[in-house]
């Protein structure tokens, strides 16, 4: 446009950019004040996004929920953690020179790493871990072989077979055909207790599989929506006749927490507690080779599985279950 050599420049506005963790931006309704929400963080593409961001959100604040699933943009997504200055000041110095580079699948930030970690974090790292970072929280991918090269896995970065496909491999038909023990500790953990049968009706109401089970047993279910969507998957655990334990992803602390105080009546007597950060876990799977084992629990599913929370040696948590969901 020949024309635009002879414009004149009559205001020129310079102004901060706003990048976020993960370099997604953030939308939704805000976890602590209900009906109050959020479009910001557009990591320097505002203008190519801002149509369909705000359509979403737009949705969202007259229907309830957008039209197309954008959890990956939720800022629900983001805890604590993410939001303190320590983990910010680092991250943020990492984000910006990789706005524009490659990146490929299961790939993972270097900085904010190490800031939430599992009791057996030395012991597994010490048998030759590699690490992701799952909500601030430092989680195996694999374990590396004696016999492989450690910095060939770490360089591998490709959009095809990369080289530590053979090691999951390897691993998942281990957990399929003999015993596995997994670091549970980074899932979200709740505790719903109650006087009366608060606590059961509330959960009955919210989820889809029914709770009322005896006493140390867990179910496999879902947190639904009005819609009968799933809003969150978990298991719960019934710890007494009024109290249950709750376990879900380890990225869903904030929306799963959010979504049941939203859906919870108002009552002194019903009450959750976030105890994420209160216990370690551990799940035991059991595979086929627990038939052959007489020192294995005899139980009738092949997949069965045991669970355990521990709060620093004082208190626990246990559970027993099925990969298999009631219905």
């Known amino acids: 446009m020949p024309d635009l050599e002879t414009l004149e420049i009559l205001k020129l506005v310079n102004c901060p950019e706003t990048f976020t963790p993960d370099m997604r931006c953030i939308m939704g309704e805000s976890p602590s004040v209900q009906g109050y929400f959020v479009l910001a963080g557009m990591n320097s593409a505002g203008l190519s996004f801002g149509g369909g961001a705000g359509r979403y959100l737009a949705e969202w604040m007259v229907h309830g929920y ?3 699933n954008i959890w990956e943009l939720d800022l629900k997504r983001f805890g604590a953690l993410q939001s303190s200055r320590t983990f910010l000041r680092h991250r943020v110095m990492e984000v910006m020179p990789l706005l524009y580079d490659l990146k490929v699948p299961r790939w993972d930030f270097q900085t904010g790493r190490q800031l939430r970690t599992s009791p057996l974090y030395d012991r597994l790292d010490a048998q030759g871990a590699r690490w992701m970072e799952k909500h601030g929280f430092e989680r195996p991918k694999y374990f590396v072989p004696p016999d492989k090269d450690l910095l060939a896995l770490e360089q591998s970065k490709t959009f095809y077979k990369p080289d530590w496909f053979d090691i999951v491999e390897s691993e998942v ?30 959960l009955q109401y919210l989820f889809s599989n029914d709770l009322d089970v005896p006493v140390g047993h867990i179910v496999h279910t879902g947190m639904l929506n009005q819609g009968g969507g799933y809003e969150n998957d978990c298991s719960i655990a019934r710890l007494g006749k009024r ?60 997949f069965a599985f045991y669970l355990t929370f521990r709060n620093g040696g004082q208190s626990e948590r246990r559970a027993r279950g099925f990969l298999v969901a009631q219905h």
């Open 173 to 202: 038909k281990c957990c399929k055909e003999a015993v596995c023990v997994i670091d549970m500790s980074s899932f979200t953990k709740f505790e719903i207790t109650s006087t009366g049968d608060q606590a059961l009706e509330v």
């Open 66 to 68: 957008p039209s197309e």
């Open 243 to 302: 109290s249950f334990f709750m376990i879900s992803p380890t990225d869903q602390q904030v929306h799963c927490w959010a979504w049941l105080k939203k859906h919870m009546p108002e009552d002194s007597n019903l009450l959750l507690e976030d105890v994420t950060w209160k216990y370690t876990g551990k799940g035991a799977l059991w595979g086929q080779l627990h038939r052959k084992r007489p020192a294995c629990p005899d139980l009738s599913s092949p």
